[in-house]
C-alpha cells in the first residue's frame, strides 16, 4: 500500500517544486528588470539572500527529476533520447546558502546543458573539501560549448550568445546570470 502511495506523493512533490520553480522565475525577471533599468549611477537594488541549511544532494537530485519530466514549448523532451542524464552525487555536506537560489543556479545550469547537448551526456558531480568548508557543483556535456568570445558577456542579464546555430533555442538571458 505504501509503494502505491509513494508515486502519487512524488508527482505532488515535483508539481509543487515546479509551481516554486514558476514563482522563483517570475520573481527574478522582475528582479533584473528592475536592476537593469538602474542608469543613472546608482546602486542597483539587491535582494537580500536567505540562509538556510541546504542539503545540495537532494536539490541537485529534484532538479535532475524536474528536468527528465520538462518539455521545450514545442512539447519535446528537454533531455533529448541521445543524452544521459547522469547525477553522480551521492552526498554532500550540508551548507549554509540560499535554497531557491541554489535550486535556480542548479535548475539554469542543467536545462542549458540539455538545451544545447544533441548527443552524449549531462554529468552532475560534486565534491567537498576536508574541512566541509565548501562545496563545488560540476556540471560537464558533451554539447558544443561556449564561444571564448561570449564568456564575459553571457553572464549579464538580458544576454545571450549570438551564434546563429543556437538562437533557435528558447530563453530570454538570464539563465547564467
Given amino acids: 500500500d505504501t509503494e502505491k502511495q509513494e508515486g502519487p506523493l512524488r508527482s505532488m512533490k515535483l508539481v509543487k517544486t515546479c509551481a516554486h520553480r514558476l514563482l522563483d522565475l517570475v520573481m527574478n525577471i522582475m528582479e533584473m528588470a528592475t536592476m537593469a533599468c538602474t542608469h543613472d549611477g546608482s546602486p542597483a537594488p539587491t535582494k537580500r539572500l536567505s540562509r538556510d541549511q541546504v542539503d545540495v544532494a537532494r536539490i541537485l537530485d529534484e532538479v535532475v527529476m524536474l528536468v527528465k519530466c520538462t518539455s521545450d514549448r514545442g512539447g519535446r523532451p528537454l533531455v533529448k533520447t541521445s543524452v544521459q542524464l547522469v547525477n553522480e552525487v551521492d552526498s554532500l555536506p550540508t551548507i549554509e546558502a540560499d535554497t531557491h537560489k541554489c535550486t535556480q543556479v542548479f535548475f539554469n545550469l542543467v536545462t542549458n546543458a540539455c538545451k544545447f547537448t544533441t548527443e552524449g551526456r549531462i554529468t552532475l558531480t560534486g565534491v567537498a573539501d576536508p574541512e566541509k ?36 533555442h528558447q530563453g530570454i538571458g538570464l539563465g547564467l546570470s
Wanted: proline letters at 3%; glycine letters at 12%; a negative charge.
Fill in 133 to 168: 568548508q565548501w562545496v563545488e557543483v560540476s556540471v560537464t556535456d558533451t554539447g558544443q560549448g561556449i564561444a571564448r568570445g561570449s564568456l564575459e558577456r553571457i553572464f549579464q542579464p538580458f544576454e545571450q550568445e549570438n551564434n546563429s546555430a543556437i538562437r533557435g
